[in-house]
C-alpha cells in the first residue's frame, strides 16, 4: 500500500488572476482531496512536467535553503512555489501553511499551458488568492485536504 507520508510531493493550482503555483508538500502538507482523487498516480511526475516547459522567467528566492535548484527551475518556467517548510524549523516557529520560496518575474498563466498534459488540465483553483501577493497559503483553510498521515488508497 502507497502512503503520501516521506513522499516530497508537488502539485499545482491557479490563483484569481489565472496564475500558476506550485506546492511541495515535505511529504507532510496537505493536498486537496479532489486532486489525490483525479489523479492518484501523477504526483510522481508532477515536477518533470513542469521542468519539460520552456524557460520564460527569471526567478526571486525568498527563502534560504541547502538547494534551492529545484524550486529556482519551477520559478523558470513561470511559476510560484509554496513549500512547506515547517519540516525545516522548530515547532514554535512553524508556519502551519506553504510558504513562497521563488516568485518568478514573469507568471505562467495557466490557459498557456500545453493542453495535452493531463495534470494541467483540471486545476485546483484559489478563486480569492493572488499568488504574488501571498506569503503563505493554506488549502485547509479553502478546501478538504489530506496530508502525510493518510493512505493514498483510502482515497481511491
Not at 502507497?2 to 493550482?13: H, P
Not at 504526483?43 to 518533470?48: G, L, N, V, W
Not at 506553504?98 to 514573469?106: I, M, S
Not at 488568492?129 to 497559503?137: L, P, V
Request: net charge negative; glycine share 4%.
Amino acid at each position: 500500500m502507497e502512503y503520501l507520508c516521506d513522499f516530497d510531493l508537488t502539485w499545482l493550482a491557479v490563483d484569481k488572476f489565472g496564475s500558476l503555483a506550485s506546492f511541495t508538500t515535505a511529504g507532510v502538507g496537505p493536498i486537496p482531496k479532489e486532486l489525490v482523487r483525479r489523479f492518484p498516480k501523477e504526483f510522481r511526475y508532477t515536477e518533470e512536467r513542469i521542468i519539460d516547459l520552456p524557460v520564460i522567467s527569471k526567478s526571486i528566492l525568498h527563502v534560504e535553503m541547502n538547494d534551492p535548484s529545484s524550486f529556482i527551475d519551477i520559478a523558470k518556467r513561470g511559476i510560484y512555489v509554496f513549500d512547506w517548510s515547517d519540516v525545516h524549523m522548530r515547532q514554535k516557529y512553524a508556519l502551519d501553511a506553504y510558504e513562497l520560496t521563488v516568485t518568478p518575474l514573469q507568471p505562467l498563466k495557466a490557459q498557456s499551458l500545453p493542453q495535452n498534459l493531463e495534470i494541467f488540465t483540471d486545476l485546483i483553483a484559489f478563486p480569492d488568492e493572488d499568488f504574488s501577493k501571498a506569503k503563505t497559503i493554506d488549502p485547509r483553510l479553502s478546501m478538504s485536504c489530506v496530508d502525510g498521515k493518510y493512505r493514498l488508497q483510502s482515497l481511491l
